[in-house]
């Protein structure tokens, strides 16, 4: 699997598209170790982003990021310092020729410059092929430490995170970003290192040779200077909006062409106007990248044009100080031969504090998201939770997305370990985000979640979740082998472990008759399977991985009969012995709980049990109708919304 799909794979599924369709299908796992069975659709709504902590993109920063690799960046400083001094020979060589071997008529020493002038480019040669070597070793590992530690931060970023984030954007810093720098991290190391050397020996030999003449050259230097700010500024802005622009490109690509995406567009035929949207967009990088290319090479021509300035006026003064006597010709040779050396790397600094300038910006994207304060995260002395027995106890439980407006107000109930507890109510009423804290995806604003009496905020995340497992409406699968998504659970499970999971999720003998059986590719998040075997395989990874409490968000689809008995048998089994909260869709399901939730508005609104007496036709006719809430509840039963009995 390469990078790229390595990244979307892991990261474009938590992201949530503003088609509805698309986000219903989007899946997540928050942590490798983690629980979470698929994102349920309820978190798919606008969500706080955890706040970056944007810092001053500086110089300094970017060179932190070249801190572990000190002794490779020692070796290319002596290799380049070796280099420079080897190209400082030959205008040495030529005077020697000029001012001694010729005048002299010796064919000796003319032969002995001549060998010296094959055998420096050999050696600088050599030692170009070894630093070059060596500068990429930096680089890539450079690359390396920026793509992961970003990956680190998104992986501990709290679930509001991903349901705010644009689709396809994380993609797009992780790989477009990243790889925007990459030049300028290789110029960063070799350029700098290499020219500064260069400089800094050709003006010692140039002040060894005349230090009037060498006055005279470097008096042009601050010439090359005066454009740089400018036009640093401009390729900066033009940068940071490309990045934008090509951001909306990969958001654009990863909704219109994901499974969800591509029927939706041609359901309501969209296609033109979304071919005319792309066009937009990359005409539009088009001609930023022209302006930004133009810029650049205005600026090169302008220090190119420079050189030849100064290399004038030392022909000028050395001619006069030739025709004086105060010179030697083969002086003047190597003198200008010289200014080359000075005038190029100038130059090519120059151009790099440039690209520097421009890289900022992409800088700046990649580390607001290195910089950004996960939402959740173990406390510094949170323990290890150990097997846990499943009694779990919400205590006065508020929450809120956005300060001030509550989703959740002052929830308290009890589930003992093996009981389950059934959730109904309106929409937005707060069922998934009651759900979610169980496993922190959220953490209280007020109030506190318990499991086995200890608050889950004072545990260590991974070993919390490890015994949670979380199945949502729409199952996500991986584009990979039912195998894959079923280890994904549990890495180390053997065949046994993984057949017996899918024969309890009544899944196995299906499996069995696909012609690769349990290596078949289950497509784009699982579509080439039916919705209902999706379910069941995403009911036996919840099964493989063993928890201790069950998270469970009851599908609203309609699967043809057949298939729903096999899901619900499947469940049936999940739920055995396990805790369970599940926001109900089913009478049957809500008829079973141990305990019934209405939640309205953020609260519980009514709480009880079906009286095991009752059948589904006395609900029906009794518990269902609000206006029947008195009755019933002298019954030791409540009155269930109208809502949910359809
Ligand atoms: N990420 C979010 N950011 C801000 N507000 C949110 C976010 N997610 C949900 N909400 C809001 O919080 C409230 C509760 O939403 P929640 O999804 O928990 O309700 P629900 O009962 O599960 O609804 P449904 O049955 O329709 O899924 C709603 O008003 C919703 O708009």
Same mark, same amino acid.
């Given at each position: 699997?390469?990078?790229?799909?390595?990244?979307?794979?892991?990261?474009d599924?938590?992201?949530?598209?503003?088609?509805?369709?698309?986000?219903?299908?989007?899946?997540?796992?928050?942590?490798?170790n983690?629980?979470?069975?698929?994102?349920?659709?309820?978190? /798919?709504?606008?969500?706080r982003?955890?706040?970056?902590?944007?810092?001053? &993109?500086?110089?300094?920063?970017?060179?932190?990021?070249?801190?572990?690799?000190k002794?490779?960046?020692?070796?290319?400083?002596?290799?380049?310092?070796?280099?420079?001094?080897?190209?400082?020979?030959?205008?040495?060589?030529?005077?020697?020729?000029?001012?001694?071997?010729?005048?002299?008529?010796?064919?000796?020493?003319?032969?002995?410059?001549?060998?010296?002038?094959?055998?420096?480019?050999?050696?600088?040669?050599?030692?170009?092929v070894?630093?070059?070597?060596?500068?990429?070793?930096?680089?890539?590992?450079?690359?390396?430490?920026?793509?992961?530690?970003?990956f680190?931060?998104?992986?501990?970023?709290?679930?509001?995170?991903?349901?705010?984030?644009?689709s396809?954007e994380?993609?797009?810093?992780?790989?477009?970003?990243?790889?925007?720098?990459?030049?300028?991290?290789?110029?960063?190391?070799?350029?700098?290192?290499?020219?500064?050397?260069?400089?800094?020996?050709?003006?010692?030999?140039?002040?060894?040779?005349?230090?009037?003449?060498?006055?005279?050259?470097?008096?042009?230097?601050?010439?090359?200077?005066?454009?740089?700010?400018?036009?640093?500024?401009?390729?900066?802005?033009?940068?940071?909006?490309?990045?934008?622009?090509?951001?909306?490109?990969?958001?654009?690509?990863?909704?219109?062409?994901?499974v969800?995406?591509?029927?939706?567009?041609?359901?309501?035929?969209? /296609?033109?106007?979304?071919? #005319?949207?792309?066009? %937009?967009m990359?005409?539009? &990088?088009?001609?930023?990248?022209l302006?930004?290319?133009?810029?650049?090479?205005?600026?090169?021509?302008?220090?190119?044009?420079?050189?030849?300035?100064?290399?004038?006026?030392?022909?000028?003064?050395?001619?006069?100080?030739?025709?004086?006597?105060?010179m030697?010709?083969?002086?003047? &040779?190597?003198?200008?031969?010289?200014?080359?050396?000075l005038?190029?790397?100038?130059?090519?600094?120059?151009?790099?504090?440039? /690209?520097?300038?421009?890289?900022l910006?992409?800088?700046?994207?990649?580390?607001?998201?290195?910089?950004?304060?996960?939402?959740?995260?173990?406390?510094?002395?949170?323990?290890?939770?150990?097997l846990?027995r499943g009694?779990?106890?919400?205590?006065?439980?508020?929450? #809120?997305?956005?300060?001030?407006?509550?989703?959740?107000?002052?929830?308290?109930?009890?589930?003992?370990?093996?009981?389950?507890?059934?959730?109904?109510?309106?929409?937005?009423?707060?069922?998934? !985000?009651?759900?979610?804290?169980?496993?922190?995806?959220?953490?209280?604003?007020?109030? #506190?979640?318990?499991?086995?009496?200890?608050?889950?905020?004072?545990?260590?995340?991974?070993?919390?979740?490890?015994?949670?497992?979380? &199945? %949502?409406?729409e199952?996500?699968?991986?584009?990979?082998?039912?195998?894959?998504?079923?280890?994904?659970?549990?890495?180390?499970?053997?065949?046994?472990?993984?057949?017996?999971?899918?024969?309890?999720?009544?899944?196995?003998?299906?499996?069995?008759?696909?012609?690769?059986?349990?290596?078949?590719?289950?497509? /784009?998040?699982?579509?080439?399977?039916?919705?209902?075997?999706?379910?069941?395989i995403?009911?036996?990874?919840?099964?493989?991985?063993?928890?201790?409490i069950?998270?469970?968000?009851?599908?609203?689809?309609?699967?043809?009969?057949?298939?729903?008995?096999?899901?619900?048998?499947?469940?049936?089994?999940?739920?055995?012995?396990?805790? !369970?909260?599940?926001i109900?869709?089913?009478?049957?399901?809500?008829?079973?709980?141990?305990?019934?939730?209405?939640?309205?508005?953020?609260?519980? #609104?009514?709480?009880?049990?079906?009286?095991?007496?009752?059948?589904?036709?006395d609900?029906?006719?009794?518990?269902?109708?609000?206006?029947?809430?008195?009755? %019933?509840k002298?019954?030791?039963?409540?009155?269930?919304?109208?809502?949910?009995?359809?």
């Open positions: 699997m390469d990078f790229k799909t390595y990244i979307s794979d892991h990261v599924y938590y992201l949530v598209g503003p088609l509805v369709t698309l986000a219903r299908e989007t899946g997540v796992n928050a942590v490798r983690g629980f979470v069975e698929g994102v349920s659709h309820h978190l /798919e709504k606008k969500g982003v955890a706040k970056a902590n944007l810092k001053d &993109v500086s110089l300094p920063r970017i060179l932190k990021l070249f801190r572990g690799y002794s490779q960046l020692a070796a290319i400083l002596l290799l380049a310092l070796l280099a420079a001094v080897i190209g400082l020979i030959p205008p040495l060589v030529m005077r020697e020729i000029i001012d001694k071997a010729i005048p002299q008529g010796s064919m000796r020493l003319l032969t002995e410059m001549a060998m010296l002038m094959i055998a420096l480019p050999v050696a600088s040669g050599v030692l170009g070894w630093q070059n070597h060596l500068n990429t070793k930096v680089t890539q590992g450079v690359m390396r430490d920026l793509g992961q530690s970003l680190r931060n998104l992986q501990r970023q709290s679930m509001s995170f991903f349901t705010d984030a644009k396809g994380i993609v797009q810093r992780l790989t477009g970003d990243v790889q925007a720098v990459q030049n300028v991290v290789t110029s960063l190391v070799v350029s700098s290192i290499t020219q500064i050397v260069i400089v800094a020996t050709t003006i010692g030999i140039l002040f060894a040779l005349d230090w009037k003449l060498a006055i005279l050259s470097v008096l042009i230097l601050p010439l090359f200077v005066l454009p740089v700010r400018k036009v640093s500024k401009v390729r900066k802005q033009l940068r940071v909006e490309t990045q934008k622009v090509r951001a909306d490109i990969a958001s654009q690509l990863s909704e219109s062409f994901g969800s995406g591509a029927l939706l567009t041609r359901i309501f035929g969209r /296609e033109r106007h979304q071919e #005319a949207e792309y066009r %937009t990359v005409q539009k &990088v088009m001609d930023l990248e302006r930004l290319n133009l810029v650049g090479r205005w600026f090169g021509m302008a220090t190119n044009t420079l050189g030849p300035l100064g290399t004038a006026i030392i022909y000028m003064y050395g001619g006069y100080s030739v025709i004086t006597g105060s030697t010709l083969g002086g003047i &040779v190597a003198f200008a031969a010289y200014l080359g050396r005038y190029m790397p100038v130059g090519t600094l120059l151009n790099l504090h440039v /690209e520097v300038a421009t890289a910006g992409v800088f700046q994207r990649i580390f607001e998201y290195e910089d950004m304060v996960p939402g959740v995260l173990d406390r510094p002395d949170a323990r290890q939770l150990g846990v009694h779990v106890a919400y205590k006065q439980v508020s929450f #809120a997305y956005t300060p001030g407006q509550y989703a959740l107000r002052g929830v308290t109930f009890d589930a003992q370990p093996g009981e389950m507890v059934a959730l109904v109510g309106p929409s937005g009423a707060g069922k998934s !985000t009651l759900i979610g804290m169980i496993a922190r995806l959220y953490d209280p604003t007020e109030g #506190a979640v318990e499991v086995d009496g200890v608050d889950v905020r004072d545990v260590q995340l991974a070993s919390l979740r490890s015994q949670i497992a979380y &199945v %949502t409406q199952s996500f699968l991986f584009h990979a082998t039912i195998r894959e998504n079923l280890l994904f659970a549990k890495e180390d499970a053997s065949q046994e472990e993984m057949e017996a999971a899918c024969r309890q999720a009544y899944i196995h003998d299906f499996i069995m008759s696909l012609p690769e059986g349990y290596d078949t590719t289950v497509g /784009e998040r699982g579509h080439r399977l039916s919705g209902g075997e999706r379910q069941r995403a009911i036996a990874r919840a099964i493989l991985k063993r928890p201790r069950l998270i469970l968000d009851e599908a609203t689809s309609h699967l043809d009969s057949e298939s729903e008995s096999y899901v619900q048998a499947a469940l049936e089994e999940l739920m055995q012995g396990r805790t !369970t909260l599940v109900a869709h089913r009478l049957s399901t809500v008829l079973a709980a141990d305990h019934i939730l209405v939640i309205e508005a953020g609260s519980i #609104a009514e709480r009880g049990r079906i009286a095991s007496s009752w059948r589904w036709e609900c029906m006719r009794g518990c269902i109708k609000r206006s029947s809430r008195k009755q %019933t002298a019954n030791g039963c409540f009155g269930i919304p109208t809502a949910y009995a359809r």
